[in-house]
């Protein structure tokens, strides 16, 4: 059983930074992609940024510039860095991984969730 947890959200102002980290756990014998999306209240989820194996990363226009994703393969982690946080920034914070496990050709997998507010 693949499992994604995430941690580090809470409530920020506006200017502040925050981290978030998501760990995998289970049997993994390989994981592609990892990364965030997001969901904020009334809107659908959306791609915040992803990161391969090999390091290549790619954002949503909206956090370029301000937030860096990163991952550990050892640790199977992937964190995100966020900084100068808006208040449209605001929302659930999904880590999505695509893990190789038991079973056929590698699967997508979802972590619970982590919120992020910012407000001043």
């Known amino acids: 059983q693949v499992q994604l947890v995430e941690s580090g959200g809470g409530l920020v102002h506006p200017g502040e930074s925050l981290r978030l980290s998501c760990a995998a756990s289970?049997?993994?014998?390989?994981?592609?992609?990892m990364g965030w999306y997001r969901q904020a209240p009334g809107k659908e989820r959306e791609l915040v940024a992803t990161?391969?194996?090999?390091?290549?990363?790619n954002y949503a226009d909206s956090v370029k510039g301000r937030f860096t994703v990163s991952r550990d393969n050892i640790k199977k982690s992937v964190d995100l860095e966020m900084n100068s946080l808006k208040p449209e920034d605001t929302a659930i914070y999904y880590c999505?991984?695509?893990?190789?496990?038991?079973?056929?050709?590698?699967?997508?997998?979802w972590g619970r969730g982590t919120q992020v507010t910012v407000s001043s």
């Open positions: 999505n991984s695509v893990i190789q496990s038991y079973g056929p050709g590698p699967k997508t997998y």
């Open positions: 289970g049997t993994i014998f390989a994981i592609n992609v």
């Open positions: 990161i391969t194996a090999n390091g290549y990363q």
